[in-house]
């Protein structure tokens, strides 16, 4: 886990989806510990599989006091985004993504992008996404990973800090629970079969 200067990360400034008013980001953990997602694009079909994945353990979270929050880096398909209801906490826009680059999320290349994007990885969880009825588009900033961090209430300390290597990595729920210490009651989706008429669509 590479280490993170929460000072410097927390004075990022980030746009509320819902009031549109610019936050710190360590307002996030100030009066309690969060999860917080990184999402590559709001339109993403795997990032949308991901946040309702992550969403299953938004009530043990609340129970525990944790909360539970999403950001992407443009606004582009955040309305679509929030009407899906694919995040069950509150989400945010880091127009300037510099959260995304103090966090270490890298940028994909012309060359990369491609074979990042067809790797098995997101081909099998863009099966679970469309076997669970999640769609998505090519709209956007394509070149832009994601990953996820866990802070502590007040910034004291960061549980987890996870980047993307590929765009169809994410944490797995357990990973979640146990960082935080919180037993979860939920199971994370099931793999599916992935077979040549699914993966390549």
């Excluded at 990360?9 to 980030?14: P, Q, R």
């Excluded at 309690?32 to 590559?40: A, D, E, G, N, S």
Aim: hydrophobic fraction near 40%; proline fraction near 3%.
């Amino acid at each position: 886990m590479a280490k993170i200067d929460l000072a410097k990360v927390g004075k990022n400034l980030l746009k509320s989806a819902d009031s549109g008013e610019k936050v710190e980001l360590q307002s996030l953990w100030q009066d309690q510990p969060v999860v917080v997602f990184f999402l590559r694009r709001f339109g993403c079909q795997v990032c949308r599989w991901m946040a309702s994945e992550i969403s299953k353990l938004e009530p043990d979270l609340r129970a525990n006091g944790v909360s539970l929050v999403g950001v992407g880096p443009e606004e582009l398909g955040l309305q679509e985004f929030k009407e899906g209801g694919f995040l069950k906490g509150s989400i945010y826009v880091d127009e300037e993504k510099n959260c995304y680059k103090d966090l270490g999320f890298k940028r994909y290349t012309a060359l990369n992008v491609l074979p990042a994007a067809l790797g098995k990885k997101v081909r099998e969880i863009s099966s679970k996404a469309g076997a669970a009825g999640i769609q998505g588009n090519f709209k956007g900033d394509l070149m832009q990973s994601g990953g996820l961090i866990i802070v502590t209430k007040g910034g004291e300390k960061v549980l987890l800090h996870f980047i993307q290597d590929s765009p169809g990595d994410f944490v797995p729920l357990d990973d979640i629970s146990t960082a935080l210490g919180i037993s979860a009651t939920v199971k994370a989706g099931q793999k599916p079969v992935c077979n040549d008429d699914v993966c390549t669509r």
